[in-house]
């Protein structure tokens, strides 16, 4: 993967309002916003090209980005992307600055591993029901994960994964469980996968009787 997606160069931009960010779009430019750390917002423009490039990257969402607004490089994390309802098309990013002696809140990304080994679904039939894509975690900027895994390996039918369940990688903790126990989250549960129930084959059976007759 190239480092590349991980640089944006960006303008600040004093033309606002929603006119201005039409005519921006419509020179395939993305407007934006640079916030945190307590220091004025600052609104930015940047390349649509590069920015659509940079976000198909998952990594992009959960990695300390450089941005190098007029020259000066700010390290910042995407906090909020908004999307064309149709187009393939970027409308708008929210950029939080991080501080490398700070902690930062951010959502990165669950990977379920094992799922074909794990024995309540290859031989039981069970299947994965993820109740979370992204998880919420604190930590410094250097100890951000690009994702966490979640390993399915030995979850039975029936069981449910939750929050505490999950390793987090040294210097990562989670924000809900910091919040107290009742913040314990479901992640995953195995359950099992529904048959046809008897009362319907039965059902199915005295329909067709009926329709013979």
Request: aromatic share 4%.
């Amino acid at each position: 993967m190239s480092e590349g997606i991980f640089t944006l160069d960006a303008e600040v931009r004093t033309d606002l309002g929603k006119g201005a960010s039409r005519r921006l779009r419509h020179d395939d430019k993305v407007p934006a916003v640079l916030y945190g750390l307590g220091k004025e917002a600052v609104s930015l423009t940047l390349s649509h090209n590069k920015v659509f490039q940079a976000q198909e990257f998952e990594a992009f969402y959960s990695h300390v980005l450089t941005l190098n607004v007029d020259g000066k490089k700010v390290e910042a994390v995407v906090k909020d992307m908004q999307r064309h309802p149709f187009k393939p098309r970027v409308t708008h990013l929210d950029f939080l600055r991080v501080d490398a002696k700070q902690a930062l809140q951010t959502n990165v990304p669950l990977h379920f591993v094992n799922e074909d080994k794990a024995e309540s679904i290859k031989t039981h039939g069970g299947h994965a029901e993820h109740h979370m894509v992204d998880v919420e975690i604190s930590c410094l900027p250097a100890d951000l994960p690009e994702f966490i895994e979640v390993d399915v390996t030995n979850v039975e039918l029936g069981q449910t994964l939750h929050l505490s369940d999950i390793v987090l990688p040294e210097g990562v903790t989670s924000v809900e469980l910091a919040k107290g126990e009742d913040h314990d989250l479901a992640v995953v549960t195995v359950k099992t996968a529904k048959g046809p129930s008897v009362e319907s084959d039965e059902d199915d059976a005295e329909g067709e009787e009926a329709a013979a007759e």
